[in-house]
C-alpha cells in the first residue's frame, strides 16, 4: 500500500513539474509579459517539488516512529496475503 501512495505522489509531481514548463515555454514563446515570473517559479519548483516529495515520507517515518525493516515487513505481509 505504502509503494502505491509512494508511485502515486511521484507521478503527481511529474505531472506537477511538467505542466509548469509547458506553460513556461508557452508563455515565452507567445512573448507574455508574465514569462519571467513563470520561469522563476518553474525554477523554484524544480527544486522544491523533489525536496518536498523526499522530505515529507522521511518526516512521516521518523514521527511515525516506524523504521524502513517495519515497512518491508509489512510490504512482505501484503504480498503474501494476495
Known sequence: MKQKMK???AW???ILLGLLYLV???LGVAGNESTMGWFMASLACTIVVPCLMY???W???ILGGSSKEDEKKQDGKQE???
Open 24 to 26: 513556461t515555454f508557452i
Open 12 to 14: 503527481m509531481g511529474i
Open 59 to 61: 518526516l512521516a517515518r
Open 55 to 57: 522530505l515529507v515520507p
Open 80 to 82: 503474501n496475503k494476495r
Open 7 to 9: 508511485r502515486i505522489f
